[in-house]
C-alpha cells in the first residue's frame, strides 16, 4: 500500500488565518488535505471534507477511517498532488499531529534497557506489561524547545514508537488487538531521572512527576495510518545528540510487543479513539551512559517508516 501521512500544520503565509489544518504527506512534502480531497472528488459530506482537525477525526476514526485511507489512496492513484501542488517549506510550520486523550507508556521493555537502567525483570512468563501515565499537556511539536526544570539534574531522552488508539475497547484479545490501532507516530519520552525517584514517601519511584512536566513529550512529526505500515514490530528506531547517535534499534526487541499491550490495558480500562501507548524504548539512554542533557542539545528521533523529530534543549526561566 503506498505510504502516507497526515500532519497538522498553521500556515506562515503572510496574511493567512492561524488556524490549524490537516496535511497530506508524502515524500517529505505536505499538501493540504482538504484541497487534495475535494480534487479528487468524494462522496464525503462537506463537514468531513473541511475537518481541519487531526484530533477531531481520530475521535472518530472508526467511523471515518476507512472512508479517509481511501480517498486519499484515489487521489494518489490519480496524481493529484501534485496537481494541487505541495506546501512550500517555509510557508508553513508543524504542530503536533493531534492531541492524545491519554498518554500511556511502558516501562522497561526492552531486556537491554533494563540491563543498562539496573533493572532486575522478573521471567517474562511470570509478568505482565509495567504501565504508567504521562500528562497529555508535556507533548509538544518538531522544532519546538524541551524546557529543563531548574530543579531537574539528570534529564534524559528515551524514543519510542508511539500507537494511536483508534476505536472504544475493553478486554480486547492480544490476537485482535491490531484493528484497534488507528496509526503510529514518533514520541521523545524526555525523563527527569532524578525526580523519577521520592525520599519523602516509602513509595521510590515517582514516574509521573519525572516524565510529565511540560514539554516532556516531543511528539510528531505526523500520524501514520496502521494500513500503510506493514510490520510495526520491524521498525529501526534511532535518537541522536548533537549529531551523535545514542539510541539505534528495533521494535522486534520489545519484551511485550504492541498487542499485548493493548490487550493488557483494555483489561484494566476502556480504551478510547485518540488514546496513546508509548510502547518502550531501547537502549542507548543518556543515564546508561552518565551523559545528561544540557542547554543548547538538540535531540533528532526516528522511527523507520514514520519520520523524524528534532527539538532543542533550553533552560528555563526562573
Not at 468531513?48 to 472508526?62: C, E, I, K, R, V
Not at 512468563?125 to 539534574?153: N, R
Not at 495510518?225 to 506493514?230: A, G
Request: proline fraction near 5%.
Amino acid at each position: 500500500m503506498t505510504w502516507f501521512g497526515l500532519a497538522t500544520y498553521e500556515s506562515l503565509a503572510p496574511g493567512a488565518v492561524a488556524a490549524r489544518r490537516t496535511a497530506l504527506v508524502q515524500h517529505g512534502h505536505l499538501y493540504d488535505l482538504e484541497a487534495v480531497l475535494r480534487h479528487v472528488g468524494t462522496d464525503m459530506d462537506d463537514a468531513l471534507l473541511a475537518a481541519h482537525d487531526l484530533t477531531a477525526l481520530l475521535s472518530d476514526w472508526y467511523v471515518h477511517g476507512e472512508t479517509i485511507n481511501a480517498a486519499v489512496h484515489r487521489a494518489l492513484d490519480a496524481g493529484v498532488p501534485a496537481k494541487v501542488g505541495a506546501l512550500a517549506s517555509d510557508a508553513y510550520r508543524l504542530c503536533v499531529p493531534y492531541q492524545p486523550g491519554r498518554i500511556f507508556a511502558t516501562a522497561s521493555n526492552y531486556y537491554e534497557h533494563a540491563a543498562e537502567m539496573g533493572t532486575k525483570l522478573a521471567p517474562r512468563s511470570e509478568s505482565s506489561p509495567y504501565m504508567f501515565m504521562k500528562a497529555e499537556t508535556s507533548v509538544t511539536a518538531t522544532g519546538t524547545d524541551v524546557v529543563l526544570p531548574p530543579h531537574a539534574q539528570r534529564v534524559d531522552w528515551e524514543v519510542e514508537l508511539a500507537v494511536v488508539i483508534g476505536r472504544p475497547g475493553r478486554h480486547i484479545p492480544v490476537e485482535q488487538a491490531h484493528e484497534w490501532i488507528a496509526g503510529y507516530t514518533v514520541i521523545n519520552d524526555v525523563s527527569a531521572r532524578d525526580l523519577n525517584r521520592r525520599t519523602d514517601y516509602p513509595f521510590t519511584h515517582d514516574w509521573f512527576r519525572g516524565k510529565s512536566f511540560d514539554t516532556f513529550a516531543p511528539l510528531g512529526p505526523w500520524f501514520v495510518p496502521r494500513e500503510v505500515i506493514r510490520d510495526p514490530q520491524q521498525l529501526r528506531m534511532t535518537l541522536s545528540v548533537n549529531g551523535e547517535t545514542m539510541q539505534n534499534d528495533t521494535t522486534a526487541g520489545m519484551i511485550f510487543n504492541i498487542a499485548e499491550q493493548i490487550a493488557y490495558l483494555s483489561g484494566i480500562l476502556t480504551l478510547k479513539p485518540g488514546d496513546l501507548i508509548a510502547t518502550g524504548t531501547p537502549t542507548g539512554v543518556g543515564m546508561g551512559r552518565g551523559v545528561y542533557l544540557k542547554a543548547g542539545d538538540v535531540m533528532v528521533a526516528g522511527i523507520e517508516g514514520i519520520g523524524t523529530i528534532e527539538n532543542r534543549v533550553v533552560a528555563q526561566h526562573r
